[in-house]
T-cell receptor
């Protein structure tokens, strides 16, 4: 029973297109995140939501629009895709963001390739 | 904002030897320091963590130390095995932007040679 699941696992698309990645967690966690991992493996936080509310937006371009319909779901929509958007996007969740040990549980990742 | 630096970027050891990965952080308000292991093509997974009020923590072959004064923390793996080969990330949890966020180091690729 997957704790954090994201779809699709692979996404190949042309520059200029719009695409979405979906994420769901069944852990009952309050906080969800999107991280971007580039080709050099660097993991960078993009967004954080706590109980459907946006908490962190790490100066991500407006082309990226997250949406959290409820605390178990956090989706990422990307408009006008650029070559530099190619990366693995990881969804993650944590119990909340205030507890002392803020353990992140990651999804399997969605590899986006922009041609 | 918080900056986490991690060294070395690549580490190659012989099976059975020890491996040490070091990290520094910049924000004295950071209060929680997890370490994640990412195997090839897989998701990062927590292997050990330490809170800011603790200096050392051990779990079987892995241990983490924290020096708050110097803003250093390190991961120690003893008796390395080939299955320890992976990318290891240190991280720091820091306040910012109305909440808390986990900032990752750049990663260390560990190779354990049989």
């Amino acid at each position: 029973d997957t704790a954090v699941s994201q779809t699709p696992k692979y996404l190949v698309t042309q520059m200029g297109n719009d695409k979405s990645i979906k994420c769901e967690q069944n852990l009952g966690h309050d906080t969800m995140y999107w991280y971007k991992q580039d080709s050099k493996k660097f993991l960078k936080i993009m967004f954080s939501y706590n109980n459907k509310e946006l908490i962190i937006n790490e100066t991500v371009p407006n082309r990226f629009s997250p949406k959290s319909p409820d605390k178990a779901h956090l989706n990422l929509h990307i408009n006008s895709l650029e070559l530099g958007d190619s990366a693995v996007y990881f969804c993650a969740s944590s119990q909340d963001q205030y507890s002392g040990a803020n353990v992140l549980t990651f999804g399997a990742g969605s590899r986006l390739t922009v041609l | 904002g918080e900056n986490v630096e991690q060294h070395p970027s690549t580490l190659s050891v012989q099976e059975g030897d020890s491996a040490v990965i070091k990290c520094t952080y910049s924000d004295s308000a950071s209060n929680y320091f997890p370490w994640y292991k990412q195997e090839l093509g897989k998701r990062p997974q927590l292997i050990i963590d330490i809170r800011s009020n603790v200096g050392e923590k051990k779990d079987q072959r892995i241990a983490v130390t924290l020096n708050k004064t110097a803003k250093h923390f390190s991961l120690h793996i003893t008796e390395t095995q080939p299955e320890d080969s992976a990318v290891y990330f240190c991280a720091a949890r820091t306040p910012g932007g109305g909440g808390f966020k986990t900032i990752f180091g750049a990663g260390t690729r560990l190779f354990v040679k049989a």
